[in-house]
């Protein structure tokens, strides 16, 4: 089952998933004892209410005590006083908890998905990870606050009501309460029509956020090709499945709560017709007959409220089960359980037969999955190495693996001789900086692009490696200058502003091992003169990777490995390989005919 599969009606009450749930709640194991005794302080004053309405009239009405009367009046009002404090305390309390178990909750979740390998978000749209975070989060949130503690005083309430009328007049308690399994037919055929609405509304939930998200960072292809009215006719599409869905749970909800009242006035009317004849015959008192209205309509109410939270309860589960298969996910890169300590390297590669697949499981029929096959090459410390070859020829999957973004199937990557594979995935990545072709900037400013955060890298440190890549004379153009705010994703900066900030970044960290992707392949002439100026001096006593459909940025690398079809075909000197007639003077003659052509 995967992570896409929000259609799937979970169960109504899992056990399982509300263990795992409740271990959010063990840290506040004492305030959630507190709470659920505040609730059943609030249902118990609530519940003797009515108790002072029959005192008021059988008692102090009935012998003219007007003393007697003012102090039930007091103690009633001190009652009301004692109730709303405990019930503050009690919503208090219970909000608390909730927002404090969420929070432990969204770190969990966003901790988890920094290990989570590349192969995960291959397969799950960004859109329904959001909606984890977001909404079946805050599903949970209602369960916390307002579920969990808050049954134990409907139920309490219930409890208390029940027996104070069956301790005022037994017979008229069982009249009041006959017409209950109308009540529990009713709740019944309410709660599967509600869960089938609520499931809609989470699935077109999920959908819209997926489809915003889409659109929102592809909306420079929509009105490139004019398809504004097409994916405004799609959203509309999704967002009216949502208002209907929405609509079926208002129907349903309009149609229970009415007839539970219906329900209780029937009550009521049993009440009146049985105490009340029996009240002129002088067998039941006029204060308990009021009691027992006002016990009957109270009585409703936390039956109601339970209905409601049976929903909550049962949309958390739905959440619970997608958000723990999201906890659950195994796709992380694991380190070994005794890893080896990588402090500096030299920088030396070597890929020993190695194999590759995106495919989850690794079996083969055949070669048609296999990205890499059989791959086996040593690039020295200090050495520049390029890999040239046709689009998906497995060049940019080598730089993968070397990161470890992905397992390999068979074989060995090795640094400074060591299987990788011994390493921690922190140690092995701090010693390596990648350049790609898309550059990703990040909402904050200029110097928190180029340090990331990274509080070891100053101020000054940041400066010397914009001036390296040349990119500090466009950078002291800026009102602000390094402090200058950058917008989501770059939004105001060229392609070439952002690739050259991406060298710096790369600069800045100071790497043994640079991998450069396809880097110069989007800027313009000069701007990659300038580029290709700073690269000679980052070069200097570093691992290059370089990896380049212009031929003509890779003749000076001290090897040239060319991939086809996921192996290595050929390598050598730039001479070398041309005078070998093999692919690569192929790819050299194309792209010289081209430059003819401009």
Known sequence: MSLQDDDILGKAYDANLMRRLIKYLRPYKWQVVFAILLSVMVSGLEAVRPYFT????DVNIAQKDANGLLNTTLLFLLLLIIRGVVQYLNAYIT???GQKTILDLRMEIFRHLQKLSLKFYDKNPIGRLITRVTNDVEVLNEMFSSGIVMVFSDVFMIIGIVWFMFSMNWRLAFISLSVLPFLFYGTFLFRKKAREAYREVRL????INTFMQEHITGML?????GREKKAYQQFSEHNAGHRHANIKTVFYYAIFYPAVDIIGAVAVGLIIWYAGGNALEGTVTIGTVMAFLQFNEMFWRPIRDLSEKYNIMQTAMASSERIFKLLDDTSIIADAEKPIALQTIRGEIEFRNVWFAYTSDGSHHGDEHWVLKNVSFKIRAGETVAFVGHTGAGKTTIISLLSRFYEIQKGEILVDGINI???ATGDLRKHIAVVLQDVFLFS?????????????????????AATMVGVDPFIQTLPNKYNEEVKERGATLSVGQKQLLSFARALAYNPRILILDEA????DTETEQLIQSAIQTLLVDRTAIVVAHRLSTIQRADNIIVLHKGEVRESGTHQELLSLNGIYYKLYQLQYKEQEVK
């Open 54 to 57: 029959k005192i008021a009239v």
């Open 95 to 97: 909000q608390l908890i």
């Open 204 to 207: 077109y939930i999920a959908r």
């Open 221 to 225: 292809v929509d009105q490139i090709f």
């Open 421 to 423: 594979r011994d390493l």
């Open 444 to 464: 904050g400013d200029i110097k928190g692009n180029i340090n990331l955060g990274n509080e070891t890298i100053s101020l000054e440190r940041v400066q010397q």
């Open 520 to 523: 110069t392949s989007s800027v």
